[in-house]
Protein backbone atom coordinates (compact mmCIF):
# COMPACT_ATOMS: atom_id res chain seq x y z
CA UNK A 1 0.00 0.00 0.00
CA UNK A 2 1.63 3.46 -0.95
CA UNK A 3 1.27 5.92 1.99
CA UNK A 4 1.48 9.88 1.71
CA UNK A 5 2.54 11.95 4.40
CA UNK A 6 0.83 15.25 6.29
CA UNK A 7 3.12 16.82 8.40
CA UNK A 8 0.71 19.31 11.08
CA UNK A 9 3.04 22.26 12.51
CA UNK A 10 0.60 23.96 15.15
CA UNK A 11 2.59 27.13 16.72
CA UNK A 12 2.09 30.26 18.99
CA UNK A 13 4.36 32.67 18.81
CA UNK A 14 7.57 31.14 17.81
CA UNK A 15 8.81 33.28 15.14
CA UNK A 16 12.60 32.57 15.91
CA UNK A 17 11.82 29.19 14.56
CA UNK A 18 9.18 28.52 12.70
CA UNK A 19 10.49 29.49 9.63
CA UNK A 20 13.77 26.47 9.56
CA UNK A 21 11.03 24.53 10.80
CA UNK A 22 8.39 25.19 7.52
CA UNK A 23 11.39 25.20 5.17
CA UNK A 24 12.52 21.99 5.90
CA UNK A 25 9.04 20.13 5.39
CA UNK A 26 8.30 22.00 2.34
CA UNK A 27 11.95 21.09 0.66
CA UNK A 28 11.49 17.77 1.66
CA UNK A 29 10.37 15.09 -1.23
CA UNK A 30 9.30 12.51 1.29
CA UNK A 31 6.36 14.93 2.58
CA UNK A 32 3.73 15.15 0.84
CA UNK A 33 1.46 18.04 2.71
CA UNK A 34 2.25 20.60 5.40
CA UNK A 35 -0.36 21.89 7.97
CA UNK A 36 0.21 24.94 9.73
CA UNK A 37 -1.77 26.41 12.24
CA UNK A 38 -0.76 29.63 13.48
CA UNK A 39 -2.55 29.40 16.77
CA UNK A 40 -3.49 33.12 17.55
CA UNK A 41 0.20 34.43 17.47
CA UNK A 42 0.81 37.80 18.36
CA UNK A 43 4.21 38.25 18.08
CA UNK A 44 5.90 38.12 14.05
CA UNK A 45 4.59 34.70 13.39
CA UNK A 46 2.33 35.49 10.73
CA UNK A 47 4.91 37.78 8.93
CA UNK A 48 7.31 34.67 9.17
CA UNK A 49 4.89 32.16 7.28
CA UNK A 50 3.94 34.99 4.17
CA UNK A 51 7.17 33.93 2.85
CA UNK A 52 5.92 30.30 2.23
CA UNK A 53 2.10 31.26 1.26
CA UNK A 54 2.29 30.23 -2.58
CA UNK A 55 4.22 26.78 -2.14
CA UNK A 56 1.25 24.42 -3.19
CA UNK A 57 1.51 21.78 -0.66
CA UNK A 58 1.55 24.30 2.37
CA UNK A 59 -1.55 24.93 4.03
CA UNK A 60 -1.83 28.02 6.59
CA UNK A 61 -4.35 28.19 9.01
CA UNK A 62 -4.82 31.32 11.07
CA UNK A 63 -7.00 31.63 14.12
CA UNK A 64 -7.74 34.72 15.09
CA UNK A 65 -7.52 34.12 19.30
CA UNK A 66 -5.47 31.04 20.91
CA UNK A 67 -7.41 28.06 20.98
CA UNK A 68 -5.23 25.56 22.89
CA UNK A 69 -2.49 22.69 21.56
CA UNK A 70 -5.34 20.37 21.47
CA UNK A 71 -8.12 22.06 19.67
CA UNK A 72 -4.75 23.01 16.37
CA UNK A 73 -3.83 19.55 16.14
CA UNK A 74 -7.51 17.93 16.01
CA UNK A 75 -8.02 21.20 13.04
CA UNK A 76 -4.88 19.77 11.53
CA UNK A 77 -6.09 15.96 11.59
CA UNK A 78 -9.23 16.95 10.28
CA UNK A 79 -7.94 18.92 7.01
CA UNK A 80 -5.13 16.31 6.47
CA UNK A 81 -5.37 14.26 3.49
CA UNK A 82 -2.29 11.67 4.43
CA UNK A 83 -2.51 8.23 5.13
CA UNK A 84 -0.13 9.10 8.08
CA UNK A 85 0.25 12.49 10.05
CA UNK A 86 3.46 13.68 11.28
CA UNK A 87 3.17 16.47 14.47
CA UNK A 88 6.22 18.66 14.78
CA UNK A 89 6.65 21.43 17.83
CA UNK A 90 7.44 24.94 16.17
CA UNK A 91 9.93 26.01 18.79
CA UNK A 92 12.43 22.93 17.88
CA UNK A 93 16.02 23.98 17.11
CA UNK A 94 18.32 22.10 14.61
CA UNK A 95 14.78 20.41 13.09
CA UNK A 96 15.73 18.60 9.61
CA UNK A 97 13.63 16.04 7.45
CA UNK A 98 16.14 13.17 8.83
CA UNK A 99 13.41 13.28 12.33
CA UNK A 100 10.65 12.94 10.31
CA UNK A 101 12.08 10.07 8.49
CA UNK A 102 13.17 8.54 11.76
CA UNK A 103 9.46 8.96 13.08
CA UNK A 104 7.89 7.57 9.96
CA UNK A 105 9.93 4.17 9.32
CA UNK A 106 8.53 2.20 12.18
CA UNK A 107 4.76 2.81 10.92
CA UNK A 108 5.91 1.68 7.42
CA UNK A 109 7.77 -1.19 8.38
CA UNK A 110 4.87 -2.42 10.05
CA UNK A 111 6.77 -2.75 13.70
CA UNK A 112 4.24 0.50 14.92
CA UNK A 113 0.85 2.17 15.08
CA UNK A 114 2.53 5.21 17.04
CA UNK A 115 5.91 6.62 17.37
CA UNK A 116 6.86 8.72 19.55
CA UNK A 117 9.86 10.99 18.96
CA UNK A 118 12.51 12.38 21.87
CA UNK A 119 14.81 14.97 21.23
CA UNK A 120 18.00 14.11 22.31
CA UNK A 121 20.59 17.31 22.74
CA UNK A 122 18.82 18.65 25.68
CA UNK A 123 17.31 15.08 27.91
CA UNK A 124 17.31 15.56 31.13
CA UNK A 125 16.99 12.16 31.75
CA UNK A 126 18.47 8.81 30.78
CA UNK A 127 16.53 7.61 28.03
CA UNK A 128 14.71 4.23 29.38
CA UNK A 129 14.19 6.52 32.91
CA UNK A 130 12.82 9.86 31.11
CA UNK A 131 9.47 10.61 33.06
CA UNK A 132 8.42 13.28 30.36
CA UNK A 133 9.54 10.86 27.39
CA UNK A 134 5.66 10.23 26.66
CA UNK A 135 4.77 13.95 26.56
CA UNK A 136 6.89 14.61 23.39
CA UNK A 137 4.90 16.45 21.06
CA UNK A 138 7.24 14.76 18.40
CA UNK A 139 4.96 11.94 16.72
CA UNK A 140 3.89 9.85 13.87
CA UNK A 141 0.58 8.02 13.56
CA UNK A 142 -2.22 6.46 10.82
CA UNK A 143 -4.69 9.21 10.19
CA UNK A 144 -7.26 6.36 10.34
CA UNK A 145 -6.63 5.92 14.05
CA UNK A 146 -6.24 9.13 15.83
CA UNK A 147 -9.24 10.69 14.11
CA UNK A 148 -11.75 9.27 16.30
CA UNK A 149 -10.22 11.25 19.06
CA UNK A 150 -10.60 14.47 17.05
CA UNK A 151 -13.60 15.60 19.10
CA UNK A 152 -12.11 14.92 22.51
CA UNK A 153 -8.54 16.76 21.40
CA UNK A 154 -10.18 19.63 20.89
CA UNK A 155 -11.10 20.58 24.20
CA UNK A 156 -7.84 18.91 25.88
CA UNK A 157 -5.02 21.73 25.01
CA UNK A 158 -1.57 20.70 26.37
CA UNK A 159 -2.82 17.57 27.67
CA UNK A 160 -3.50 16.37 24.58
CA UNK A 161 -0.74 14.11 24.63
CA UNK A 162 -1.47 12.29 27.68
CA UNK A 163 -5.17 12.07 25.64
CA UNK A 164 -3.84 10.38 22.77
CA UNK A 165 -1.22 8.28 25.11
CA UNK A 166 -4.34 7.09 26.87
CA UNK A 167 -6.98 6.22 23.80
CA UNK A 168 -3.43 4.55 21.94
CA UNK A 169 -3.04 1.96 25.30
CA UNK A 170 -6.79 1.30 25.51
CA UNK A 171 -7.07 0.23 22.23
CA UNK A 172 -4.21 -1.91 22.22
CA UNK A 173 -2.34 -0.08 19.75
CA UNK A 174 1.63 -0.46 19.42
CA UNK A 175 3.94 2.42 20.21
CA UNK A 176 7.39 2.77 19.74
CA UNK A 177 9.79 5.19 20.97
CA UNK A 178 12.48 7.37 18.65
CA UNK A 179 15.55 9.18 19.76
CA UNK A 180 15.86 12.54 17.66
CA UNK A 181 19.71 13.04 17.29
CA UNK A 182 20.84 16.17 17.56
CA UNK A 183 17.29 17.62 17.88
CA UNK A 184 16.89 20.31 20.53
CA UNK A 185 13.24 21.16 22.52
CA UNK A 186 14.16 24.26 24.67
CA UNK A 187 12.67 24.07 28.11
CA UNK A 188 10.59 27.32 28.84
CA UNK A 189 13.32 28.40 30.98
CA UNK A 190 15.48 29.09 27.53
CA UNK A 191 12.78 30.52 26.12
CA UNK A 192 10.92 32.82 29.11
CA UNK A 193 11.54 34.29 32.18
CA UNK A 194 11.76 32.64 35.10
CA UNK A 195 8.32 33.60 36.87
CA UNK A 196 6.36 33.20 33.11
CA UNK A 197 8.20 30.08 32.98
CA UNK A 198 7.01 28.82 36.34
CA UNK A 199 3.43 30.10 35.50
CA UNK A 200 3.68 27.99 31.96
CA UNK A 201 4.59 24.83 33.72
CA UNK A 202 1.74 25.16 36.05
CA UNK A 203 -0.99 25.61 33.40
CA UNK A 204 0.16 22.91 31.60
CA UNK A 205 0.04 20.33 34.27
CA UNK A 206 -3.21 22.23 35.06
CA UNK A 207 -4.06 21.23 31.86
CA UNK A 208 -2.61 17.59 31.41
CA UNK A 209 -4.28 16.92 35.36
CA UNK A 210 -7.77 17.84 34.09
CA UNK A 211 -7.46 15.47 30.64
CA UNK A 212 -6.94 12.80 32.71
CA UNK A 213 -9.97 13.81 34.78
CA UNK A 214 -12.62 14.94 32.32
CA UNK A 215 -11.02 11.25 30.21
CA UNK A 216 -11.30 8.91 33.61
CA UNK A 217 -13.30 6.60 31.35
CA UNK A 218 -9.76 5.65 29.23
CA UNK A 219 -8.26 5.45 32.47
CA UNK A 220 -10.78 2.80 33.65
CA UNK A 221 -10.47 0.42 30.66
CA UNK A 222 -6.39 0.80 30.88
CA UNK A 223 -6.76 0.09 34.42
CA UNK A 224 -8.75 -3.00 33.74
CA UNK A 225 -6.45 -4.32 30.77
CA UNK A 226 -3.33 -4.09 32.99
CA UNK A 227 -5.20 -6.01 35.57
CA UNK A 228 -6.38 -8.30 33.35
CA UNK A 229 -2.45 -8.97 31.52
CA UNK A 230 -1.49 -9.50 35.42
CA UNK A 231 -4.19 -12.19 35.74
CA UNK A 232 -3.36 -13.90 32.46
CA UNK A 233 0.51 -14.02 33.12
CA UNK A 234 -0.21 -15.67 36.87
CA UNK A 235 -2.25 -18.22 35.24
CA UNK A 236 0.27 -19.22 32.40
CA UNK A 237 2.68 -19.53 35.66
CA UNK A 238 0.71 -21.97 37.40
Not at 95 to 113: C, E, M, T, Y
Amino acid sequence: MNYSISTIVCVFNEERTIGNIVRALVESSNVDEVIVINDGSSDGTSKELKHFEQILKLEIVEFSENRGKGYAMAEGIQRAKGNIIVFIDSDLVNFNIKHVDQLVQPLLGGNADMVIGQPTINMVFHDKLNPLKPLSGERAVFRKDILPLVHRMRESRFGVETLINLYYKTQKKRIEYANLWGLVHPLKMQKHSVDKSVIEYWKATNQIMKTAIVNYSLIIILTRNIFLRSLDKIYHVF
